[in-house]
């Protein structure tokens, strides 16, 4: 049985997926190695450190890329932050605290949970910008002496706001807390440095933003926290426990090795995606479509709040779903049905020869409805 995605040939704007599009490189792996298993044909035991396909080459050639000392491979971002806080608790139990940004992602909150640690959230500045304030880190690390983590969202993926994360390393630094930085949105996107930047551990998402089909990911940590991420089982020998064993064991982990090379190079261009998005936000704030988050902006993932599109979907007949349809009669995916007043997007690779498309559809779409 076959099933054909019905916007595969649209433009797409889709935040999650503008950075997750599949290299040709990608695709091919996809089909050759999409039997389960393939991936240890020539496995000795340890994933990280099989040469045929030759995953170990690409990991080591991760260290350089990330500029840190260790990387597993995981099933994405939050299995990467849950497998952090769950090592730390058990190595140290008196500390209950993981402090996280208002601006932190669901999955954080729950690996937290399920990890059975209690939450600490240094608030954003609310409407418009909804910065997170840094400098409040300092004075919530100095508060307490049982925080066992920090984990910032580097960016967050409603309004894809960059905060200044060596600040809040240099604060962890001074109160001996290890940062975690949630990289879902940055690795793959734009260049990321774990020592320049001063954390002790980062997420990527391959899915996201490293030209994947996912579900895998990255988790970096610093060589002083090797003993607890990568605990060796009591019982069988070379199997790390928080791994149990084995992670990302299958095509997934081969379409982020394969698109690599073309992620090295998108990374460079880091610049003009950022000047991309910029000129994007104020061609639709002449729309009178307000660009929410940071200002000017530093990531493509944008948040838009429009009342003219919101004052149109109470009046016409198809309600909320107008803005939705009238883009999808353009071809245009990515914007999520029945949101008028906010949604975010992402202009990611788009060409601006289609985001002139996509700002032509608003200008067309509020004329024709006002
Ligand atoms: C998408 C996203 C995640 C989840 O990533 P997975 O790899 O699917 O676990 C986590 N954090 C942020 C900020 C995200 O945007």
Redesign the pocket.
């Known amino acids: 049985m076959f099933f054909e995605r019905s916007v595969k040939d649209y433009i797409n704007i889709d935040p ?1 997926q503008t950075g997750s599009k599949l290299t040709d490189d990608a695709k091919k792996v996809l089909l050759e190695w999409g039997d389960g298993y393939s991936i240890c044909d020539y496995c000795t035991g340890k994933l990280e450190e099989i040469s045929k396909p030759p995953i170990k080459r690409f990991a080591e050639e991760l260290l350089e890329f990330l500029d840190c000392d260790c990387v597993r491979f995981t099933t ?4 990467g932050k849950f497998v952090v806080m769950h090592s730390l608790s058990r190595e140290y139990p008196d500390k209950k605290y993981v402090v996280v940004d208002a601006n932190a ?1 669901y ?2 909150i729950l690996s937290a949970e399920r990890a059975g640690l209690k939450i600490l959230k240094v608030e954003n500045s609310g409407y418009p910008e909804y910065k997170v304030n840094v400098e409040k880190y300092k004075e919530i690390l100095e508060s307490r002496s049982d925080i066992l983590l920090v984990v910032l ?1 580097y960016p ?2 409603n309004y894809g706001n960059l905060p200044d994360a060596k600040r809040v390393s240099e604060f962890c630094k001074r109160e001996e807390v290890p940062l975690l930085l ?1 990289c ?2 940055s690795i793959g996107r734009m260049p990321v440095s774990l020592r320049d930047i001063g954390a002790d551990f980062a997420v990527a ?4 933003s490293m030209a994947s089909s ?2 895998v ?1 990255l988790l970096c940590f610093s060589d002083e926290y090797k003993k607890v991420i990568a605990k060796q089982s009591k019982y069988k020998k070379g199997k790390e426990v928080e791994f149990l064993g084995c992670s990302a064991r299958g095509v997934p982990l081969l379409t982020l090795m394969a698109s690599f090379d073309h992620v090295k190079e998108r990374v460079k261009k880091w610049e003009k995606e950022v000047e991309k998005a910029r000129w994007f936000s104020e061609e639709m704030e002449k729309m009178e479509i307000r660009q929410l988050g940071e200002k000017p902006h530093n990531h493509d993932l944008m948040f838009f709040e429009s009342e003219v599109l919101y004052d149109i979907s109470t009046r016409v007949k198809k309600g909320r779903y107008f803005l939705y349809k009238e883009l999808k009669k353009r071809r245009i995916h990515g914007i999520k049905p029945g949101l008028t007043k906010n949604f975010k997007l992402s202009t990611y690779l788009v060409p601006k020869e289609d985001l002139k498309i996509v700002l032509e559809a608003f200008e067309e779409i509020i004329s024709t409805y006002s």
């Open positions: 999650l994405g971002a939050r299995e992602h999955s954080t969202t967050d993926g949630n879902a949105y998402s391959g899915h996201k996912g579900p990911g």
